[in-house]
């Protein structure tokens, strides 16, 4: 039988297609990213990251499967990831400072991707939320892969495309979409479809946050 990840990984293609040929990642991959738009990344992806982490535990609070409900209370905790300490180190190597951060608020396309994660969970379901954060490990993971086989001659740029090439991280990203397909066994159609929807809209957004930096976008 097809199993629901592969419906949503060839729904969102063109998407994904998007995402690997978007300048961003052209240029990340090049070298030739311009340092104020990788940090405008940076300090914008924390502002996904922390909802991120977040919304692992608050889906795990309403989910019964002991392995699923681990998995997602340490992701929500950061095991998974080295990610968290990769950051740090990026944000003090390009001098980010405490100041800095204060003053940043969410842009736009960030506080969509947020806001639909939220509204999956609350006014959806679990099944629909655990769906919505699968392309942020799928998609980051094929980046990974991708880019680890050109390199990048920029230093911070080769650490960041490390982060998701590594064997830990292919590792969470098979087990997440594992979890996907498991709960969308229990689910009726209705729910399949809101699920599939909920990870094409959700790379969407991905494609749009590469985007985002890329204008460095504003509210105004
Ligand atoms: C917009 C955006 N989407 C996906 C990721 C990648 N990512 C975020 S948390 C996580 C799981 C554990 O590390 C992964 C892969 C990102 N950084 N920013």
Request: charged letters at 25%; hydrophobic letters at 35%.
């Amino acid at each position: 039988m097809t199993k629901i990840t592969d419906i949503m990984r060839q729904q969102a293609n063109p998407l994904w297609e998007a995402s690997f040929n978007h300048p961003f990642i052209e240029q990340l991959s090049t070298g030739a990213l311009s340092p104020q738009t990788f940090r405008y990344y940076l300090k914008q992806d924390r502002f996904y990251l922390e909802n991120f982490a977040a919304l692992h535990g608050k889906i795990a609070d309403q989910i019964d499967d002991p392995d699923i409900k681990a998995f997602l209370y340490a992701g929500a905790e950061g095991f998974n990831d080295s990610e968290k300490e990769v950051r740090k180190e990026f944000f003090s190597e390009l001098k980010i400072t405490q100041e800095e951060i204060d003053q940043t608020h969410i842009a736009p396309t960030a506080y969509s991707y947020v806001t639909h994660m939220y509204h999956e969970l609350n006014e959806g379901t679990p099944a629909r939320a655990a769906a919505a954060l699968l392309p942020c490990y799928w998609l980051y993971n094929e980046i990974g892969k991708k880019l680890i086989q050109l390199g990048s001659p920029i230093k911070i740029y080769q650490r960041f495309i490390e982060t998701y090439e590594s064997p830990d991280f292919t590792t969470a990203t098979d087990k997440m979409i594992q979890i996907v397909d498991q709960l969308a066994e229990t689910a009726d159609q209705k729910e399949q479809q809101e699920m599939i929807q909920a990870f094409v809209r959700s790379s969407y957004f991905e494609l749009h946050f590469w985007e985002m930096a890329y204008q460095r976008q504003e509210w105004s």
